[in-house]
């Protein structure tokens, strides 16, 4: 018989912190912990979380992390992803839906979360087309710019919420693209 959501969720939860629940520790000589920073402003939960699931896979290379689908729907990362995504605002997507349209809606941004949490907690979450739009280079071609709905940018952004700490403790010190606290031009002076 299976166990209740909320006992699952605990346990899960529990095995991130594992014996020590200390999990921003870093190995000696290592680089400073990408993680032990609230960079982002982030929530104290959510930033909490990914430092949990940072540790855990820094301590554990060879764990593998088999249920995050649920942490990634939980209202307190929606609410931070929301919250990143209107922070960059952006262009409208292919529904033409503005972040200041969002804002201004009858329900606000809270009604947009709530049906996107409940898309995704019934697994019912299929992201919109991309808009493709074209800029120009310094070249004279065009570059391609894909560029998602408001809904899919808040869903994405949960999940490199949850998944980023993960894969960031398996990068090496030298690698610098693309990664939180550093820059392609980091690269050069290591």
């Not at 391609?144 to 899919?152: E, F, N, Q």
Request: charged share 30%.
């Amino acid at each position: 018989m299976p166990l209740p959501t909320s006992r699952l969720s605990y346990d899960k939860e529990n095995r991130l912190q594992g014996e020590d629940s200390d999990t921003t520790e870093s190995t000696a000589g290592a680089s400073p912990d990408p993680f032990g920073t609230n960079r982002l402003g982030l929530p104290l939960k959510v930033f909490e979380l990914r430092q949990k699931l940072y540790g855990k896979a820094k301590r554990e290379p060879k764990f593998r992390f088999y249920a995050l689908y649920d942490r990634i729907y939980r209202r307190d990362v929606l609410e931070a992803a929301w919250e990143l995504v209107a922070r960059n605002d952006g262009a409208p997507g292919v529904d033409e839906m503005s972040i200041d349209e969002v804002v201004n809606s009858p329900r606000g941004p809270a009604g947009l979360l709530d049906d996107l949490q409940e898309e995704l907690r019934t697994k019912q979450y299929r992201p919109q087309a991309v808009k493709r739009k074209y800029i120009a280079k310094p070249n004279g071609k065009l570059r391609p710019l894909g560029i998602p709905t408001v809904r899919d940018r808040v869903a994405q952004t949960a999940a490199k919420l949850i998944l980023e700490p993960i894969f960031e403790a398996d990068f090496m010190d030298c690698s610098h693209g693309g990664r939180p606290g550093r820059r392609t031009v980091g690269a050069l002076v290591w």
